[in-house]
Protein backbone atom coordinates (compact mmCIF):
# COMPACT_ATOMS: atom_id res chain seq x y z
CA UNK A 1 0.00 0.00 0.00
CA UNK A 2 1.08 3.48 0.10
CA UNK A 3 2.46 5.46 2.90
CA UNK A 4 2.60 9.09 2.97
CA UNK A 5 4.61 11.70 5.81
CA UNK A 6 4.90 14.96 5.83
CA UNK A 7 8.29 16.10 6.70
CA UNK A 8 7.75 18.68 9.64
CA UNK A 9 4.83 19.10 12.26
CA UNK A 10 5.04 22.54 12.60
CA UNK A 11 6.86 25.16 10.43
CA UNK A 12 6.54 28.76 11.36
CA UNK A 13 7.19 32.10 9.09
CA UNK A 14 7.19 35.26 8.50
CA UNK A 15 3.90 36.87 6.94
CA UNK A 16 4.85 37.47 3.67
CA UNK A 17 7.09 35.42 2.93
CA UNK A 18 6.91 32.34 0.95
CA UNK A 19 5.94 28.94 2.70
CA UNK A 20 7.12 25.55 1.56
CA UNK A 21 5.57 22.61 2.93
CA UNK A 22 6.96 18.78 2.21
CA UNK A 23 6.15 15.30 2.19
CA UNK A 24 7.27 12.05 0.96
CA UNK A 25 5.20 9.01 -0.02
CA UNK A 26 6.96 5.47 -0.67
CA UNK A 27 4.43 3.90 -3.69
CA UNK A 28 6.12 4.08 -6.88
CA UNK A 29 2.73 3.26 -8.66
CA UNK A 30 0.83 6.03 -7.05
CA UNK A 31 -0.23 8.69 -9.49
CA UNK A 32 -2.54 10.99 -8.25
CA UNK A 33 -1.68 13.77 -5.07
CA UNK A 34 -3.69 16.25 -3.62
CA UNK A 35 -3.27 19.01 -0.91
CA UNK A 36 -5.83 19.97 1.77
CA UNK A 37 -5.62 23.09 4.73
CA UNK A 38 -7.44 22.42 7.66
CA UNK A 39 -8.69 25.23 9.93
CA UNK A 40 -8.63 24.77 13.46
CA UNK A 41 -12.00 23.07 14.02
CA UNK A 42 -12.94 22.93 10.83
CA UNK A 43 -12.81 20.13 8.16
CA UNK A 44 -10.31 19.81 5.56
CA UNK A 45 -10.12 22.40 2.09
CA UNK A 46 -9.37 21.23 -0.90
CA UNK A 47 -6.36 23.42 -2.26
CA UNK A 48 -4.87 21.61 -5.03
CA UNK A 49 -4.04 17.93 -6.70
CA UNK A 50 -1.57 17.04 -9.21
CA UNK A 51 -1.34 13.61 -11.15
CA UNK A 52 1.69 12.08 -12.20
CA UNK A 53 1.71 13.35 -15.54
CA UNK A 54 2.61 16.69 -14.41
CA UNK A 55 5.60 18.22 -12.38
CA UNK A 56 4.03 21.62 -11.22
CA UNK A 57 0.73 22.84 -11.18
CA UNK A 58 -0.29 26.40 -10.19
CA UNK A 59 -3.12 27.84 -8.06
CA UNK A 60 -3.84 30.92 -6.78
CA UNK A 61 -1.01 31.61 -4.53
CA UNK A 62 -0.14 27.98 -4.70
CA UNK A 63 2.03 25.62 -6.20
CA UNK A 64 2.50 22.03 -6.03
CA UNK A 65 5.80 20.43 -7.12
CA UNK A 66 6.16 17.05 -7.58
CA UNK A 67 9.13 15.00 -8.08
CA UNK A 68 8.65 11.39 -9.20
CA UNK A 69 12.39 10.06 -9.06
CA UNK A 70 12.64 10.82 -5.20
CA UNK A 71 8.61 10.59 -4.78
CA UNK A 72 8.50 14.14 -2.81
CA UNK A 73 5.96 16.44 -3.30
CA UNK A 74 5.80 20.08 -1.46
CA UNK A 75 3.25 22.65 -1.65
CA UNK A 76 4.07 25.76 -1.86
CA UNK A 77 2.36 29.00 -1.03
CA UNK A 78 3.20 32.71 -1.74
CA UNK A 79 3.20 35.41 0.51
CA UNK A 80 2.12 33.91 3.23
CA UNK A 81 -0.61 35.52 4.82
CA UNK A 82 -2.61 35.24 8.34
CA UNK A 83 -5.56 33.31 7.20
CA UNK A 84 -3.00 30.58 5.60
CA UNK A 85 -2.75 29.56 9.25
CA UNK A 86 -3.69 25.75 9.29
CA UNK A 87 -2.86 22.12 9.01
CA UNK A 88 -1.63 20.84 5.63
CA UNK A 89 -1.61 17.76 4.83
CA UNK A 90 -1.11 16.05 1.50
CA UNK A 91 -2.65 12.69 -0.07
CA UNK A 92 -1.51 10.16 -2.52
CA UNK A 93 -2.82 6.95 -4.19
CA UNK A 94 -3.08 5.06 -7.56
CA UNK A 95 -6.28 6.23 -9.42
CA UNK A 96 -6.96 3.20 -11.00
CA UNK A 97 -7.94 2.15 -7.68
CA UNK A 98 -11.12 3.72 -5.47
CA UNK A 99 -11.19 6.79 -3.35
CA UNK A 100 -10.69 4.53 -0.24
CA UNK A 101 -7.05 4.30 -1.60
CA UNK A 102 -6.41 7.72 -0.62
CA UNK A 103 -3.55 7.72 1.85
CA UNK A 104 -2.96 10.68 4.14
CA UNK A 105 0.28 12.36 5.91
CA UNK A 106 -0.22 13.69 9.26
CA UNK A 107 -0.10 17.24 8.76
CA UNK A 108 2.64 20.30 8.90
CA UNK A 109 0.82 23.41 11.37
CA UNK A 110 1.56 26.75 9.67
CA UNK A 111 2.50 29.38 11.79
CA UNK A 112 2.25 32.81 10.28
CA UNK A 113 4.55 35.28 12.53
CA UNK A 114 3.64 38.88 11.94
CA UNK B 1 -20.56 24.33 -4.48
CA UNK B 2 -20.51 20.82 -2.86
CA UNK B 3 -21.96 20.49 0.62
CA UNK B 4 -21.24 17.46 3.00
CA UNK B 5 -23.43 18.09 6.08
CA UNK B 6 -22.32 16.80 9.42
CA UNK B 7 -25.13 16.84 11.74
CA UNK B 8 -23.68 17.33 15.19
CA UNK B 9 -20.18 19.64 15.38
CA UNK B 10 -19.22 18.21 19.09
CA UNK B 11 -21.16 15.21 20.93
CA UNK B 12 -20.27 13.84 24.21
CA UNK B 13 -21.45 10.59 25.38
CA UNK B 14 -21.25 8.22 27.93
CA UNK B 15 -19.40 4.89 27.91
CA UNK B 16 -21.36 1.89 26.81
CA UNK B 17 -24.18 3.94 24.59
CA UNK B 18 -25.28 3.61 21.07
CA UNK B 19 -23.89 6.48 19.01
CA UNK B 20 -25.13 7.77 15.69
CA UNK B 21 -23.20 10.18 13.64
CA UNK B 22 -24.68 11.13 10.78
CA UNK B 23 -23.90 12.57 7.12
CA UNK B 24 -25.39 14.19 4.21
CA UNK B 25 -24.25 14.98 0.62
CA UNK B 26 -25.77 17.52 -1.40
CA UNK B 27 -23.78 17.01 -5.10
CA UNK B 28 -25.38 13.04 -5.68
CA UNK B 29 -22.37 11.65 -4.96
CA UNK B 30 -22.08 7.84 -5.07
CA UNK B 31 -19.36 7.35 -3.11
CA UNK B 32 -18.98 8.25 0.82
CA UNK B 33 -17.05 7.94 3.75
CA UNK B 34 -15.89 7.70 7.05
CA UNK B 35 -12.54 8.98 8.96
CA UNK B 36 -11.44 9.64 12.35
CA UNK B 37 -8.48 11.72 12.90
CA UNK B 38 -6.68 11.62 15.86
CA UNK B 39 -3.40 14.20 16.92
CA UNK B 40 -0.24 12.45 15.30
CA UNK B 41 -2.04 10.11 13.50
CA UNK B 42 -3.75 11.81 10.69
CA UNK B 43 -6.95 10.73 9.39
CA UNK B 44 -7.90 6.75 9.38
CA UNK B 45 -10.03 5.46 7.28
CA UNK B 46 -13.22 3.90 9.02
CA UNK B 47 -15.95 2.66 6.65
CA UNK B 48 -16.86 3.19 2.86
CA UNK B 49 -19.61 2.70 0.61
CA UNK B 50 -19.40 2.78 -3.30
CA UNK B 51 -23.55 2.73 -3.70
CA UNK B 52 -26.69 2.71 -1.96
CA UNK B 53 -27.24 -0.45 0.63
CA UNK B 54 -23.12 -0.97 0.31
CA UNK B 55 -20.22 -1.01 2.49
CA UNK B 56 -16.56 -1.72 3.00
CA UNK B 57 -14.46 -1.93 6.02
CA UNK B 58 -11.87 0.59 5.67
CA UNK B 59 -8.32 0.57 8.01
CA UNK B 60 -10.16 0.53 11.30
CA UNK B 61 -13.60 -0.59 11.36
CA UNK B 62 -13.41 -2.33 14.39
CA UNK B 63 -16.40 -1.24 17.26
CA UNK B 64 -18.07 0.67 14.28
CA UNK B 65 -21.03 0.19 11.87
CA UNK B 66 -22.59 2.23 8.97
CA UNK B 67 -25.72 2.34 7.39
CA UNK B 68 -26.54 3.59 3.62
CA UNK B 69 -30.17 3.44 2.78
CA UNK B 70 -30.12 6.59 0.81
CA UNK B 71 -27.96 7.93 -1.84
CA UNK B 72 -27.08 11.01 0.24
CA UNK B 73 -27.07 9.74 3.52
CA UNK B 74 -24.39 7.90 5.16
CA UNK B 75 -24.27 6.69 8.78
CA UNK B 76 -21.82 6.09 11.43
CA UNK B 77 -22.79 4.02 13.92
CA UNK B 78 -20.89 3.39 17.43
CA UNK B 79 -23.11 0.67 18.92
CA UNK B 80 -21.38 0.39 22.16
CA UNK B 81 -19.07 3.98 22.64
CA UNK B 82 -15.90 3.63 24.43
CA UNK B 83 -13.44 6.43 25.68
CA UNK B 84 -10.92 4.93 22.97
CA UNK B 85 -13.75 6.05 20.32
CA UNK B 86 -12.97 9.42 21.44
CA UNK B 87 -11.91 11.94 18.28
CA UNK B 88 -12.54 14.15 15.80
CA UNK B 89 -14.93 12.04 12.84
CA UNK B 90 -14.97 13.37 9.36
CA UNK B 91 -17.23 12.64 6.65
CA UNK B 92 -16.81 12.78 3.01
CA UNK B 93 -17.90 12.13 -0.50
CA UNK B 94 -16.85 11.92 -4.27
CA UNK B 95 -18.59 11.74 -7.39
CA UNK B 96 -17.84 9.05 -10.62
CA UNK B 97 -16.49 11.34 -12.65
CA UNK B 98 -12.91 11.29 -14.12
CA UNK B 99 -11.98 13.62 -11.01
CA UNK B 100 -13.40 10.77 -8.34
CA UNK B 101 -10.56 11.25 -6.36
CA UNK B 102 -11.04 14.39 -4.72
CA UNK B 103 -12.60 13.91 -1.35
CA UNK B 104 -15.21 16.54 -0.06
CA UNK B 105 -15.17 17.20 3.43
CA UNK B 106 -17.80 17.99 5.82
CA UNK B 107 -17.25 20.04 9.07
CA UNK B 108 -16.21 17.80 11.37
CA UNK B 109 -18.09 16.31 14.81
CA UNK B 110 -15.76 15.86 17.49
CA UNK B 111 -17.29 13.04 19.98
CA UNK B 112 -16.00 12.83 23.38
CA UNK B 113 -16.71 9.39 25.56
CA UNK B 114 -16.75 9.69 29.29
Known amino acids: GESVGLHLPTLSVQEGDNSIINCAYS??????FIWYKQESGKGPQFIIDIRSNMDKRQGQRVTVLLNKTVKHLSLQIAATQPGDSAVYFC?????????????FGKGTHLIIQP | DVKVTQSSRYLVKRTGEKVFLECVQDMDHENMFWYRQDPGLGLRLIYFSYDVKMKEKGDIPEGYSVSREKKERFSLILESASTNQTSMYLC?????????????FGSGTQLSVL
Open chain 1, 91 to 103: GGMYSGGGADGLT
Open chain 1, 27 to 32: NSASDY
Open chain 2, 92 to 104: ASTGTSATNEKLF
